[in-house]
């Protein structure tokens, strides 16, 4: 049995569980024929055994722990102080908040192994191994934690904060730079201010609003939306495959020279429709390029 069928045969007998407990049961075996590579499918799907009887289980044991409250081990930490944050993450949802203190708190459901915290040279290391692989599906397994930063209000040098499943969301901190990516989530940053800002997903809406960049404002996703807002200059960067780009710039339009291009939607510059790409020209110290292969595009300045 190929990948495919296997996966369509054990998505169809999973439609009676709630649909983010069964998209992270898909995905945890979807991840499984990842490390295995293309070359084993079908040894993988046998070890597996028929996907009805393995749907059954995944079933039996989301009933048993709906009963079940599960419980969450928290970290609660108020940390020496940092200027940088390096977190590599599998399956977290992290929220970074300007407030009066210095604080972490960090819950996990007790099946998962917690990440490793470390602060060294001024810099936040957050690191989360990957998780073994078990034969069966663990309720709770696929749920992500939750990493909750709090910061006072000061300047730092650089957030970078990657994962693979999870949304990203930070608030009102300034700094130089900050990159924040993910491969199954939201990327939101808002009210931050720095010389470069990047937000990246491969499938999930990424939203740099109401902020200050200097140098460099960077949006990119596959499947989603990329909306970038605020006081933008420098280079300015929007791209998707499938998906809406927006920009909004308190800026007039005689500060950009304007690259815009899309292969299948529309184009509209300050409320006016264009066809498929646009070139605007006016010798300003800023720059935007947009580029979407299915989706539209809308660029609004001094907003």
Not at 7 to 35: H, P, S, V, W
Not at 270 to 291: F, L, M, W
Request: aromatic fraction near 6%; hydrophobic fraction near 35%.
């Amino acid at each position: 049995m190929t990948r495919r069928e296997f996966m369509n045969r054990l998505e169809d007998c999973l439609t009676c569980i709630e649909r983010g407990e069964r998209e992270a049961a898909l995905r945890y075996y979807e991840e499984y024929f990842d490390d295995a590579g293309p070359d084993k499918e079908a040894e993988v799907a046998a070890s597996f055994g028929s996907p009805e009887a393995l749907a059954r289980e995944i079933i039996a044991q989301s009933e048993c722990g709906a009963r079940t409250e599960q419980a969450s081990a928290s970290f609660n930490r108020s940390p020496e102080e940092f200027h940088s944050i390096r977190a590599d993450l599998i399956n977290a949802n992290v929220t970074l908040t300007r407030g009066n203190e210095w604080r972490i708190d960090i819950s996990y459901p007790d099946e998962r192994i917690k990440p490793e915290i470390s602060i060294s040279n001024g810099v936040l290391r957050i690191d989360e191994e990957r998780r073994p692989f078990n034969r069966f599906f663990r309720h709770g397994g696929w749920k992500p934690g939750r990493i909750d930063i709090v910061v006072p209000d000061a300047k730092f040098s650089s957030f970078h904060i990657s994962g693979v499943n999870g949304a990203t969301r930070v608030t009102g901190i300034t700094l130089e730079t900050i990159l924040c990516n993910t491969v199954n989530g939201a990327v939101e940053l808002e009210g931050v201010s720095a010389d470069t800002i990047h937000g990246g997903s491969v499938n999930g809406d990424v939203s740099i609003t109401n902020c200050r960049v200097l140098r460099k404002c960077k949006g990119d996703t596959v499947n989603g939306t990329v909306t970038l807002a605020g006081e933008l200059r420098g280079e300015i960067i929007a791209d998707a495959v499938n998906g809406t780009l927006r920009i909004a710039t308190r800026l007039p339009v005689t500060e950009y020279n304007v690259d815009v291009s899309t292969l299948s939607g529309s184009v509209r510059v300050d409320g006016e429709k264009y066809r498929k790409e646009v070139h605007i020209v006016r010798g300003g110290a800023n720059r935007i390029k947009v580029g979407a292969v299915n989706g539209s595009v809308s660029i609004d300045f001094g907003v």
